[in-house]
């Protein structure tokens, strides 16, 4: 099947600085590009969808400005959470689709804000 | 917002046993995934059911959908340790390519 990736994987930074995560398709081009939070032991929540080349659309309650997404290119999507606080520390999933029904997802990046 | 339900919410068996897991949606659906995720990783998409189909095989999974009672259903045959994950649906509207998921269902299989 199709891989993603998710860059970091893990990371911990200070309150008050931001942190880029990046998401690639690393065998098929991306269309669209998903990117989720997900709190422990529940289920996804969508942030917001991004199509190459145009500005993300992001879901109610999501502050745009807080989470910044960049879809470059076909095979990349960034989300860069500024200002970063503790209670933005989560499990950040990013998924990925070249228009067909599935999607597929990454790894997932564990962000800890201290 | 969520639409999909999954229950039960946790399930605990022993290995060799079969474990079902059902889900349940609001809306018309265009297809219903199944998704599977290991404790702090990402999903893993396990098998597609459209909506004018009514059951689908891949290996020791059997899924089944019943579009009058938009219902899905999950089962895991002869289930083993490495089965311990949580197990999501997600239904796809039609004219939308945003699926919908579920709160999941936490399955705990015992060697």
């Known amino acids: 099947g199709a891989v993603v990736s998710q860059h970091p994987s893990r990371v911990i930074c200070k309150s008050g600085t931001s942190v880029k995560i990046e998401c690639r398709s690393l065998?098929?081009?991306?269309?669209?590009m998903f990117w989720y939070r997900q709190f422990p032991k529940q289920s996804l929540m969508l942030m917001a969808t991004s199509n190459e080349g145009s500005k993300a659309t992001y879901e109610q309650g999501v502050e745009k400005d807080k989470f910044l997404i960049n879809h470059a290119s076909l095979t990349l999507s960034t989300l860069t959470v500024t200002s970063a606080h503790p209670e933005d520390s989560s499990f950040y999933i990013c998924?990925?689709?070249?228009?067909?029904?599935?999607?597929?997802f990454g790894p997932g990046t564990r962000l800890t804000v201290l | 917002s969520q639409q999909g339900e999954e229950d039960p919410q946790a399930l605990s068996i022993q290995e060799g046993e079969n474990a079902t897991m059902n889900c349940s949606y609001k809306t018309s659906i265009n297809n219903l995934q199944w998704y599977r995720q290991n404790s702090g990783r990402g999903l893993v998409h396990l098998i597609l059911?459209?909506?004018?189909?009514r059951e689908k095989h891949s290996g020791r999974l059997r899924v089944t959908l019943d579009t009058s009672k938009k219902s899905s259903s999950l089962l895991i045959t002869a289930s083993r340790a490495a089965d311990t994950a949580s197990y999501f649906c997600?239904?796809?509207?039609?004219?939308?390519?945003?699926?919908?998921f579920g709160r999941g269902t936490s399955l705990i299989v015992h060697p």
């Open positions: 997600a239904s796809l509207k039609g004219g939308s390519y945003i699926p919908t």
């Open positions: 065998d098929f081009q991306a269309t669209t």
């Open positions: 059911i459209r909506s004018n189909e």
């Open positions: 998924s990925a689709t070249s228009g067909a029904d599935t999607q597929y």
